[in-house]
């Protein structure tokens, strides 16, 4: 599909610069959060219990969060939403100046960053089609940019600062990221308004809430798309848990050493990124979407095999480029085939599947740990990822995804991607009158 305009608008840009200052300070934050708990505690256990807390708010909030979206105006959803976690992050760092910071409290945090980070991925996913009116090359340019600044930024430049600022203070990052929250909430503040979706029949939050569930379940397109990230964060979280424990005992790598271990990951995510629109054309969104998917497994199965810090940087830089285009292919497609009106609750619900699953690879990584070896739980994400990938490839294989973009272009966005009628929010099934999008 051919954009209908060159360029991206003004306001892109400063969604861009916000996102990247806020990922900067995550990236910090990434790297000092598993360092931080690791001066408390070697339990595995105890530091799956902190991963775990940041992914429970989509288990418990995902879809009625959604549903709130699309009912608030999403701009003040996000500047308010990345406020919020500026004053919260105080917290644990006048706790670590104060010498009593505890595990509980950096799960307690981990929660509620957790709970506003729903809220403004939400709104941002949302907002994005608005501001670019749905189009689908203009989507993918802006999330290929958006990807890439985020993967720099979080990945490449923050853990190793991250790392360094640890060394001066244990309050030092936390306070970092919470200035770069403060920064990313007044551009998001200035950005364009855009026009509301056209009010809908009143009708109950929780109805709502399941009527944008069931526009996901119904559909296979959207229903793959959504899968693959939730089998995905089972593995990558199992992997994550105990990436800073395996890395430093079985690779020999110190503080430092791990900063630059994530780094690697993240300049295989800039590249990935940098050509997912290439992927795309090249082989069709759904083969790119299932070749990204076994690449990422390839790799993580020969990060479990590493012998030396190298192989295994290699590794991570080639599952970070799977990863990257991933994250570029899939939101952009999503964006382009969901009506705007129900935007928020299928963002929502597709993140809240992939975020749930997150607490089950956090304890599975604990426990696999913990009984048997520390890369044992790095062989079970491998499989866990060629699984997925033989499980969705005919989910969002390439005729599904032109039919799809389809039906998207011919009824303005308005109908369900499935059938291509319009449905009824609140009455899964019962087909109704198309419903007036402004978008």
């Not at 929250?181 to 009708?203: D, G, H, I, Y």
């Not at 790119?288 to 295994?312: D, F, I």
């Not at 062989?379 to 033989?390: C, N, S």
């Amino acid at each position: 599909m051919t954009s209908r305009t060159d360029k991206l608008p003004t306001g892109f840009g400063r969604l861009w610069t916000a996102q990247t200052v806020s990922s900067l300070g995550d990236g910090v934050t990434h790297a000092a959060l598993p360092l931080l708990a690791l001066t408390l505690t070697r339990d595995p256990m105890a530091l799956a219990v902190v991963t775990a807390a940041g992914t429970l708010p989509w288990l418990l909030f995902g879809v009625l969060g959604g549903a709130l979206v699309d009912r608030w105006d999403r701009r003040r959803t996000m500047w308010v939403a990345d406020a919020a976690r500026a004053v919260l992050l105080a917290i644990p760092a006048a706790a670590a100046a104060l010498d009593v910071l505890s595990i509980p409290l950096l799960a307690a945090v981990a929660f509620l960053l957790g709970l506003g980070g729903l809220f403004f991925d939400t709104a941002a996913t949302a907002y994005l089609p608005d501001l670019l009116g749905r189009d689908p090359a203009l989507l993918e340019r802006a999330n290929s940019r958006l990807r890439g600044a985020q993967t720099a930024a979080s990945g490449f430049a923050g853990p190793p600062a991250g790392s360094a600022l640890l060394a001066l203070g244990r309050a030092v990052p936390l306070l970092t990221d919470a200035v770069s929250f403060m920064l990313s909430a007044l551009l998001v503040r200035s950005l364009p308004a855009v026009p509301r979706p056209v009010p809908e029949a009143r009708e109950s939050l929780l109805r709502q809430a399941r009527a944008g569930a069931a526009y996901v379940f119904r559909d296979r397109l959207l229903l793959g798309l959504a899968l693959r990230p939730a089998v995905g964060n089972v593995a990558f979280v199992a992997v994550e848990t105990v990436l800073a424990l395996f890395a430093h005992d079985r690779l020999g790598i110190d503080t430092y050493g791990f900063g630059l271990l994530l780094t690697a990951e993240a300049t295989g995510g800039l590249l990935g990124a940098g050509i997912a629109s290439f992927l795309g054309r090249r082989l069709g969104t759904g083969t790119a979407l299932t070749c990204t998917a076994a690449v990422e497994g390839l790799a993580v199965l020969g990060l479990a095999a590493a012998p030396n810090p190298y192989v295994a940087g290699l590794a991570l830089a080639v599952c970070g480029a799977g990863m990257g285009a991933t994250m570029v292919l899939g939101p952009s497609l999503r964006q382009a085939i969901v009506p705007a009106h129900l935007m928020g609750r299928v963002a929502s619900t597709s993140r809240m599947l992939a975020m749930c699953a997150a607490p089950f690879g956090a304890f599975l990584g604990g426990w696999l740990a913990t009984t048997y070896d520390v890369r044992t739980p790095l062989y079970a994400a491998a499989g866990l990822l060629l699984a997925m990938t033989a499980v969705t490839a005919t989910m969002t294989g390439n005729r599904r995804v032109e039919a799809a973009l389809r039906r998207a272009a011919s009824t303005g966005g308005a109908g369900h991607p499935a059938s291509g009628e319009p449905v009824r929010e609140g009455v899964p099934g019962r087909q109704q009158p198309a419903e007036v999008s402004e978008r």
